[in-house]
């Protein structure tokens, strides 16, 4: 055990002796996929650490900031805007999970046929394995899966929930209703602080978080580079950081990887060869230490040059409208940039395959490898309908339904290696 | 062939020989599970009637009223109010359908982890084995559950579909959001028809409906006697023909058998004897022709003496209000009525536990069965809640999760029965 925690976990109620071996596993695997880079970036250092600080110095942050009355806001979806978050003064953090973790506990509770990631962070939660669960005064949930609904009226009895509403199509009165569900969720920040946000509040919070997903742009522009400046894996990984640690420290960090990064394209410089087949995955979201597509193509011979997903693309491509100069101006902003998500839980999405047509433009896409996790009904669906544009298209593209175990990493191996040879030609 | 249809499902365009074959697998099988029955009331002729010509005579219908200028509208859910198409001068049909039919060509454009209902009307559609979908003007679905809410999207493409917006909960703003989506159901309608939906169209449409959810209350009521008078396979298929048969007549022939009932009751006599273990079935839709768990439990010993399920009491609790005297009063009624359904769909759904223990009571039921559509998330979520409050109660409980097929007939009669001998001491 890490002593320098050992007693902030221990006053955190986790199971010490399963939180050590969750740790040292994660370890091993991280060494594997992200430390065995070669000609890895010097900015990486930063996500080394953040990872390796990820249930430790975050953590007692996390905790610090509470005991000077700051509230702490957990969440699993990117509708919960970070936004009134920050401006209520709180720190906002993602709770989804991506390991197989409690998943024992999690199936007493929760239909077999549930996908891996809600079985994930329920398992966690109950076999006391994740700090970020205990260190929350309020964990924010949404209605954009009949799982995930379900499943937190059952996880209320353990945490103390609050769900936001989020519309099933995007037509006015879905937007009237979003809108009131966004007004809501600031209404109960402002109970919880006691006090109003106020303009000025919510302009910096605006600001910060347009900050976070604008750096996240420009490293999605660089990576966009023939040859590839990053592996996909770092680039997921730090999406992945993105929802745990501070945004305006991680927006400085990653703009010090962007100019390394900025440095080597000026000279062509790649962690491949420029003829590397270029992956575009799309689909459901890789919760941390959700590494394994990403690790399977790039030791397949290909190179993830785009994740279309929640941690990804979906997440930073809308920024909101800096121009409003009321607290109800940024709240249209705040409300018209999330509605412009393109989750599967909407009816229509077709602007997400516009996007998706134009990710494999802009990234000089070989193949769409689409990550489905089973059982999650919205992205499956839109998978099988996206497979049939792409076929139509001649867009090579490879369909995957998996979970967190292992046992299929063999088959998705064969699979993953055969789509890039065949691409590769 | 049946050579007085021949012609008219020619016409349709359906797949004949197919269409045929099903006929008369479904003959069988209604004549082993209904005809069978011992002691059966008078009244089921009018049932076995239905059931022989829906296919023939009530197709035969819908076209000529088609002919005449009417609309056909075909929908999957209690939610499409039929008040409004009746007002409108239609007719208004379910599609949910019952049977492992064209399953083959439904998975070649689902996810197969789809429930079977869904497979289904899929595979009735695209296998061309349904007239009902040929004779209709228009399809409506909503937005009730994932699998739903984006099988529309692909089905759109082989018929013409609208679909309403159910929200996910029930607060104020669910409210202002329904309104909307009955009144652009209505505008819909109106189009359709080029004519506007009169005050006193509303006022008797309205009555209609409400006369036949009335007459399955006294139904229901009736079946509620000791010993029961009335099989749950022939309130099953009641409930079923309520979605398919013109409502005024339907609402007749149901009073006469309901006079059968109550004649039967004041003898004293019933079905089966007074010791029966009674079974309330809670959870999904049967659509016709899905008999299977109703058949084993009654032919395992024990009685059903009610269905909580969309095609049961679900469908027939709440009336709407009918001293509305203005068409924006009668809306006003509608939205009201439909948002008291106690669909899995909505978070939270705490109403639907306390009418399962009113059912309880009221039908002095002795074990519940829960009966869940493999792949639907949301009564299979709600299942796991209600087995730990129904045990917690003391109240017997069955959890059974299924599809229609029948490989598993076995494997389910065997737990019934144990279940049912359990309850019986």
């Known amino acids: 055990m890490d002593n320098r925690y050992a007693k902030m976990w221990e006053k955190l109620n986790l199971d010490l002796s399963g939180h050590d071996a969750l740790l040292e596993v994660l370890g091993k695997f991280y060494g594997d996929i992200y430390l065995s880079q070669q ?4 900015g990486a250092e930063y996500l080394d650490f953040v990872v390796s600080e990820i249930h430790g110095l975050r953590i007692k942050e996390l905790l610090q900031a509470r005991e000077r009355g700051q509230k702490v806001i ?11 978050t920050i401006a209520a003064g709180g720190i906002h953090v993602g709770l989804c999970a991506g390991a197989d973790a409690g998943k024992e506990q999690a199936e007493k509770i ?11 962070f329920v398992g966690f ?7 970020f669960f205990e260190s929350c005064d309020l964990i924010v949930g949404e209605t954009t899966c009949d799982g995930k609904k379900k499943t937190y009226e059952i996880f209320s009895e353990y945490v103390d929930m609050y769900v936001m509403e989020v519309p099933n199509k995007k037509g006015p009165g879905d937007r009237e209703l979003w809108k009131s569900e966004v007004l809501k969720y600031k209404y109960k920040l402002e109970e919880m602080v006691g006090r109003e946000i106020t303009k000025q ?6 600001k910060i978080v347009n900050n976070k997903r604008k750096v996240l742009q420009r490293l999605n522009k660089l990576r966009g580079n023939i040859p590839t400046p990053i592996s996909g894996r770092d680039v997921l990984l730090v999406n992945q950081i993105s929802f745990y640690d501070d945004p ?4 400085e960090k990653i703009e010090c990887l962007c100019d390394e990064i900025q440095d080597k394209v000026r000279q062509g410089e790649g962690i491949v060869n420029k003829d590397t087949p270029r992956i575009l995955v799309c689909g459901c979201p890789m919760a941390v230490p959700n590494w394994k597509i990403p690790y399977i193509i790039e030791s397949s011979g290909g190179v993830v040059v785009c994740e279309e997903s929640c941690i990804g693309t979906r997440n930073i491509r809308d920024l909101v409208d800096e121009d409003g100069d009321t607290v109800d101006e940024m709240i249209d ?3 018209d940039r999330y509605l412009k998500i393109d989750c599967a839980c909407f009816t229509p ?6 996007n998706i047509m134009d990710l494999i433009e802009e990234y000089k896409v070989d193949g769409v490898i689409m990550y489905n996790l089973l059982f999650c009904q919205p992205y499956l669906h839109e998978a099988m309908k996206l497979e049939r544009i792409l076929n139509k298209k001649g867009v090579p593209v490879l369909n995957i339904e998996t979970d967190y175990s292992m046992e299929d990493i063999g088959q998705l191996k064969t699979r993953v290696e055969a789509f890039v040879e065949m691409i590769g030609y």
Chains 1, 2 share one sequence.
């Open 349 to 354: 999405n077709e602007e997400r395959i516009h």
């Open 201 to 206: 509040d919510l302009k910096n919070a605006i």
């Open 248 to 251: 305006v420290r991680f927006t």
């Open 74 to 84: 957990g969440t699993f979806c990117i509708f919960v805007p970070e936004e009134l």
């Open 333 to 335: 902003a705040l409300v």
């Open 125 to 131: 939660k109950l076999a006391r394995l994740c700090p």
């Open 110 to 120: 929760l239909p077999r046929n549930t996908c891996a990631l809600i079985k994930s």
């Open 39 to 42: 000609n890895r970036l010097r």
